[in-house]
């Protein structure tokens, strides 16, 4: 199951704001890996990006940029810092 | 449905047309069947859950409407049936189509244009105000607003505002024109995207048709003829509904609203929170030729505990969904400053979610703001009952709207 170094140095979280997600789906055809739609039709972290970490792919990277709504940010799972989109 | 009545304009002898925000909806309830003017059964939907959900879910979607065992769902086809548009492709392939333009319309994006906006914003006032009481505010304010933002955006200084107008009307007609002149006017609008697009392979800017080109060359798969309708199709999107919005906004706020101008002008949250209920409440059209944004099963899918067959054509009835009781009370009398009691969907959801969102409410935001900031005392100069509509397209709003402060 698991994609990454869990909570390795680079590990990172993903959260969804499902206030703002409009459930474009754009972040799950592009990181199918670390996003998914839910049974509501919104975004939902998926395994180990929702709670511990994974490795920060590009492909998640790309997904944070092209959310619609910018309902996706990125915290570093060890740190807990924000890493994207900057504030 | 006096198709006739609607082209001519005038109407004979029949009532005059309601503003918008006293359009009446269909009283939500689960899904029932009705029918599209051209006679095709159509699944109208109308609570709020379940019109998220036509909007949302994988089994319904754009380019089934236009397969080849697809009913006729337009009388006369317009820019939005173009089968290769943004609109009606879907998943992977509207993604990557998507993703060439979409980076410019986040809301952080969106944002660095606000005090260019606001600039523009407020040298239409200036002029206003030169040219005096009384004034047609939508000649004078809610047209030029949107046309120079999305000129500015795409690069398209020097646009012809007769031809960009010409062309709206023919790409977004019900009934107001022949399908022969639909025809000419898209092909005459096609051509002028192609050279827009071949000006700026030329000679690229800072534009957005030119980052659209870039991301376009990069991803590879993006045919011309996709180019062409999304360039076009952004112009269109771009400033029509902006512009049929802020109309029709201004003929509620400057009508039966008008308590509310004062707390317009007082700061740019309370236009910001008037603008989502401003979208909200008050729809971009009647209904009558397009019950709801439209979407076509792909399978057996239960909705609101019907199960609507395979293949069927369903229409989310946004406008209903806007209103209904279950999850919105009270009106724009009373709840105009409130944040929204649940998410609207004037811009629809999904993957198909209006990507001129951010951009509309910044400039429906700051037009509403300082409009009322700068003429306190504005007011209709004539009844609504008077109001010339543009009439026989997907949108309505007033042609022109005489003003006095
Ligand atoms: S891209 Fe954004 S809006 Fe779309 S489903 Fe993902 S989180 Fe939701």
Known sequence: ?87 | MSAENSATGAGTGTAPLVPLHCLRHLEPGPPRLGALPTGTPVWLVSRHADVRQVLTDPRLGRAPLYAPDAPPVSLTPNLLDAPQSLLNIDGTEHQRLRRTVQRAFTPRAIARWRPWVASVVEALIDELIDQGPPADIVAAYTRPLPVAVISRLMGLDGLDGKRLAHWSDHALSTIAHSAEAIGNAMAEFAAFGASVIAERRDRPGDDLVSSLLTAAAEDGSITEQQLITLVIGLVVAGHETTMTTLGNALVYLLGDGRDAWQRLASDEASAAAATEQLLRAVPLGDADHLPGLLRRTVEDVEIGGVVIPAGSVVAADTGAANVDPEVFTGDLLTELFSPLAAPMYTFGAGPHHCLGAWLARMELELALHRLARRLPSLRLARPTEQIDWRRGLLTRSPNALQVAW
């Open chain 1, 1 to 87: 199951m698991t994609a990454g170094p869990q909570a390795g140095a680079d590990a990172v979280v993903v959260r969804v704001d499902r206030d703002r997600c409009i459930g474009s789906g754009m972040c799950a055809l592009s990181a199918p890996g670390s996003l998914a739609l839910g049974a509501d039709g919104l975004a939902e972290p998926v395994a180990g990006h929702g709670a511990d970490g994974e490795e920060l792919t590009p492909e998640l990277t790309e997904a944070v940029d092209f959310c619609p709504v910018e309902a996706l940010t990125l915290y570093s799972a060890r740190g807990g810092h924000r890493i994207a989109p900057a504030e």
